[in-house]
């Protein structure tokens, strides 16, 4: 085995590959099928302060090569989770990034302070960017000082590494980037899901109960490839890229573009053994390209006049 | 313990132009499926369909020593995966995930067992019906259908000692009307006979039984067939309003289901199903 | 057959089907394949004042149901086109859409009075949404003046009903939509592609010798159906709908998401036959749920309550 | 014309673990196709792969009583689509667009015509040497590959009246090395005879017969194999560059080629090939 190991911020990770946020429950209920101590990490699904009740079903549906969610972050709420599932992760080995949402600076601060104080958190990832609720979210992640203001809150009431995770709703992602690392953050990571819709045309109903929802799985890869370019030649963070990832050449594309480590998600649901076989495809990767480092791929897209290919 | 195997394609019997039950050599997933239970199908390789689709285990396939050496799944076209289901050869491979999810507790005598089935909704019984002639549970199927033609494979369930009370939409087999009819008129028989009832099928049809039943105390379970995106607790996608506190709370099917006591689902917040 | 004809404008269009621009060639191409005079419009390339020479191939690279295209619009020029091609287009009795691109708004203006003056152009569309080249494109389509300026240049020198076509690559694509209707256009059209990378994992280069490319097909569909249905609530100019069209029913999701004609573009790749497909399905469609004219379609999504699906 | 069939496979001959010869049932494409054209083959339904891939017309496939019943395409694997089609059993089908292309011109007698293929670069030339046999044209097949056992269909040309010249990269089957070696000399030993020339093969290949045959005055047409994402002219994807004014200008391959005048080309533009 080649060293997979990279460094984001102050934590280092055994490896590249963390499941994704809201794809993986809170990573419990995946230790049936995959040993958690060996991912680089675990982001459990987004948690506010309360519990939340979510939208109603249908929660998602089936797009070319995708899929849209709108859950609506249904969960048992920061309390709950550091109660209840935290000392099982703990004891599992694995290493736990919480994504923390909130309906106001506010509630950040304040999910991110129960965070800091419970014992088996590695970071926190600030959802500013789902498109599936009205409150939060977006509202932050859409604004370059809604995004400055949110980050540089959170990083008052924690000494973990934040993680603000972007949307690629934006003009301009690299800005948003880079407003987080003005404001503090230790990483950026991206993409969120994109804001869509299906229509049901034998009712003319929209597919889901929220009309709305969240665009992920290989059919945005390519659109995610070039955002995490633009982030990482935009800022000084490491990068950790996903969206769309399913297999080995998705994760080498990814920390080509610049990414330091990425998350696999919808890619989950098809195949929760996934796991070993990115690891194993990784390291093999790497002896074919004679590559010591996992982290020698960070950023190294060759850009030189691209022979006749 | 859940597993993902690529699956051989046995045997593809068309039972109709909807139905066919698909033989899928899966002897680790044989082996560890208990009633009720569904597994996770990747209808075909690459990236469309992308999500896989959940399917009872219909049958337990046994070699001739009676070793588990694959599964079948009762299948009904109702789109792109169900469609390439019903139309692979055998030779061609699907992988299959599980077993998944909560399976139905067989009940011992002296209470009787009765199944009762909408369409489809055949599939989740026939393992049942194994565990519960194995424990001598007597046992009647109530099975609806639209067209006596519809009624598939009563003869697992005769072979296992199962009393059928058949209906159709059409009158052309049992009773003319809904399964519903029948199982009525048996409740009303039964005489203070301890019963539990299995039920699975389209969401009315689930919730009526629910309904008949708790006029006379007998305990229901219904199984499912909500949406899912991972069946494995990953995604949020296949929740199921359960009753709890005032308004209730969304329960993840594919792990706390798809099996649920009817008594505590709030039906009004089920889909109507498909 | 009912009644398939819709309004754009002042221009009444047989039924809502174009062919999209850069996926059609010049529209000649097709004559073998399918009667162009039985479409609602035929979108040519676009193009510039001058002939231009494009990227180095490759200029294309397969995605998960969708492609990357940076062909950077290789074209006649607007007068060889209009010596060249436009005679044959009205032979063969096309509505003709011209998809005009300048590097500068006197460009853009020069090549609309050149289309002014010639017969047979049915309406302009104005390309501020190419992603794959340097000068003009983005650089209007990202900004509401630079939007505005261009329409409002365009507006003062033809009457010809002139359509912007939107970029999806920004935060809030309604505003351009309502930036385009102050300024004078006629309707608007969107989307064109998302700006992606590929990279080849092997050689560790860019798949495309542009680097970047856009990505269409049936990918971006759900992406592009809520940004069309954004539009639509947001202006009272007809949309022109388009991303990812492959079906009847993705043609109905997008006439029932708000546009009054839609576009296909990569689709045409894989089928150039799709066309008396998707007529004739769409006969269907409107016979099978008794509705007497396609436009009756237009913004027809309902979106009371849903009931439990 | 164009048309677009959805096409049985009628046969499928695997020749090594990277090349076989499909054979589909597509009259109406065998029936237009000219020398050298290719179709557009979509592999299987759905969005996975999206794009058809691009082949050139292998052998027209006749019934007993000579009438075209279909068309045989020579694959190699080169990553999915590729892939699927050496898998495609019997019975399934894929649609296939064409015939597309510019042809090949067959040269009359007497000039003689000289076909360099090197591995599945063969393709595009049986539709020729059957074009040639009819004018009485005399014939020589040039024909590289890796090893004896990746020379595939010899015998087709040799039915038709064709000379075989072939090398091998390990000599296990005639000449020893590149087959622009045996070219070379045979030009060599020309003495004054018209020749022309048809190259198809890799870039580097073709870049070679196209510079020794043009020390000796003899015309080569070349069959190019860019990446085409539509093959009718739509995209504007797989140009190459022709001669003109200074710098030349990018024609699509699809329409004006695949097949060129070599001299037009201005090879340092081309892609260096798969
Ligand atoms: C636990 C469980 C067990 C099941 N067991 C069986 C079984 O034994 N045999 C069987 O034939 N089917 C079973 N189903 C239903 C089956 O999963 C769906 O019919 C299938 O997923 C539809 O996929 P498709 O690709 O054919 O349809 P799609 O092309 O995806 O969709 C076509 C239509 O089917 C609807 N649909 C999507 N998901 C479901 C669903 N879960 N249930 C019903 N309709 C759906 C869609 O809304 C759409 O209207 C089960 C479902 C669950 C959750
Ligand atoms: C006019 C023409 C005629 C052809 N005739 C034949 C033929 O008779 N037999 C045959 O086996 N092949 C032929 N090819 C090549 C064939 O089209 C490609 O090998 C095929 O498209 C690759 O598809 P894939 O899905 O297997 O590969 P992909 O999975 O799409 O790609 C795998 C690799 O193949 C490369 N590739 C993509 N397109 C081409 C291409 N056009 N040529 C070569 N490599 C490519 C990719 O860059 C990638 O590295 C022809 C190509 C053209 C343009
Ligand atoms: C069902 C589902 C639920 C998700 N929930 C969350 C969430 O709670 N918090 C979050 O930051 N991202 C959430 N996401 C987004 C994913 O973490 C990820 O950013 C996105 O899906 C792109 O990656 P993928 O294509 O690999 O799925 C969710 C995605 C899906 C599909
Ligand atoms: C190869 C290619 C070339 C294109 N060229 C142009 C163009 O010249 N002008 C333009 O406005 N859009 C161009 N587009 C964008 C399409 O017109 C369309 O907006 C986009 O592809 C989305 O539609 P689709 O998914 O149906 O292809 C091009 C798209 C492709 C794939
Ligand atoms: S199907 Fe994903 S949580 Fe139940
Ligand atoms: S392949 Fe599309 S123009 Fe040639």
Known sequence: MRDLTVQIGSLRLTNPLIAASGCFGYGVEYAGAIDLSTLGGVAVKGLFLAERDGHAPPRIVETPA?????????????????????????????????????????EYCEVARVLSDAEGVAALELNISCPNIKEGGLQFGCSLTGTHDVVSAVRKVTSLPIIPKLTPNVTDVASFARASEEAGADAVSLVNTFLAMAIDVETRRPKLTNVLGGLSGPAIRPIAVRMVWECAQAVKLPVIGMGGIATTDDVVEFMLAGATAVQVGTANFVDPFIWTRLLSGLDTYL?????????????????GHPEPA | MIVDVSAEVLENVRLSPEFNVLSLAAPAVARLTRPGQFVMVRVRPGLDPLLRRPFSVFEILRDDAGQPRGISLLNKIAGVGTGWLYRAEPGTRVDVLGPLGQPFAPVDPPAEAWMVAGGVGLAPFATLAEALALRGTSMTLFYGARTAEAL???????????????STDDGSRGAHGRITGPLEQALDALDGRP????????TPMMRAVSALAAHRDAPVFVSLEPVMGCGMGGCYSCVVRVQAGERGRFVRSCLEGPVFDASTLVWEALPAGH
């Open chain 1, 66 to 106: 995708g899929m849209l969610n709108a859950i609506g972050l249904q969960g048992i709420g920061v309390h709950r989770f550091v109660a209840e599932r935290l000392p099982e992760l703990r004891r599992l080995g694995a290493t736990v990034f919480v994504n923390i949402c909130g309906s106001t600076i506010d």
């Open chain 1, 287 to 303: 002896e074919r390209h004679d590559i010591g480092r996992a982290a020698d791929l960070v950023g190294a897209l060759d850009l």
């Open chain 2, 152 to 166: 598939y494979r009563t003869d697992l369930f005769e072979r296992l000692g199962a009393r059928l009370s058949l």
């Open chain 2, 195 to 202: 019963v539990t009832i299995y039920a699975c099928g389209p």
